[in-house]
């Protein structure tokens, strides 16, 4: 079985930076797209930002250019790098991949969530 592990969440004063990880466990035999969502309490689920294989990347408008999306293929993870954070920035952070298991079966994963906060 699959599984994504977020770490890196935690509470930042405004204008702060903050780094979140992702990683993936588990029997794979290749990841594609690797992606960042957010939700906000009350809100729908929102993508934040894509990396493919290749490494291409894209923003949402509210995060671009202070935000950054990378990825270790090798080890199986995604990073998103926060700069300039804003109280607007609170949210509930997901990674999301789409894993293809050994044996080329297909998964859509999200990881558990963890929780950030920009608060002074």
């Known amino acids: 079985q699959v599984q994504l592990v977020e770490s890196g969440g935690g509470l930042v004063q405004p204008g702060g930076s903050l780094g979140l990880s992702c990683a993936a466990s588990?029997?794979?035999?290749?990841?594609?797209?690797m992606a960042w969502y957010r939700q906000a309490p009350g809100e729908q689920r929102e993508l934040v930002a894509t990396?493919?294989?290749?490494?291409?990347?894209q923003y949402a408008e509210p995060v671009k250019g202070r935000f950054t999306i990378s990825r270790d293929s090798a080890k199986n993870a995604v990073y998103l790098q926060m700069n300039s954070l804003k109280p607007e920035d609170t949210a509930v952070y997901y990674c999301?991949?789409?894993?293809?298991?050994?044996?080329?079966?297909?998964?859509?994963?999200w990881g558990q969530g963890t929780q950030v906060t920009v608060s002074s």
């Open positions: 999301n991949m789409v894993v293809f298991r050994i044996g080329l079966l297909r998964n859509n994963l």
């Open positions: 588990g029997s794979i035999y290749s990841i594609t797209t």
């Open positions: 990396i493919s294989s290749g490494g291409s990347t």
